[in-house]
């Protein structure tokens, strides 16, 4: 993503992320067996606000590759500053909404919850800390989460390619 000359001077530090991105990753836990998904990101640019929303979306995928079921959704948005820093308010239809705190630095983007907020029937999750980096093109990305009990620890990577 090039950056404009009308560019929010805040959205500079997270500009390469801007645009939708499609790939697939692994995920496990202590309490889930391993498994692979594709998913799909879109961070837009807000007109005029120096936002950017994310959109992002999964399904599970069989051995061959093709989609079995929908998995996880979340939407919110990325408030960053011109300095680096970042606030990320995000939602899930699953009961919970999270605030991550963290920083971008070049090509690479760092953050941990703040903040987790649950809902009475949404399960027992605590805090997560997330990486993601620009690689040779490729978005590739990490989820560490803390829940039901368990500390925090892997859960979800991937490998995203610009579409």
Known sequence: MEIRSDMA????????????WRGVGVGGYPTVPEFRFGQEITFTELPGKPFVHHL????LLDDAGEQVRPLAQETGYWRPEADGSLEVVLA??????????????????????????????AKDYTAGHRLYGLVDGDLLWAYDMAAVGEPLQPHLSGTLKRV
């Open 9 to 20: 001077p805040q959205l500079i530090p997270v500009s390469w992320l801007l645009g939708t």
């Open 92 to 121: 899930h239809p699953t009961g919970y909404a999270e605030i991550w705190i963290g920083s971008a630095d070049g090509a690479k983007i760092e953050l941990q919850t703040d903040v987790v907020a649950r809902t009475e029937t």
């Open 56 to 59: 992002s979306r999964s399904w």
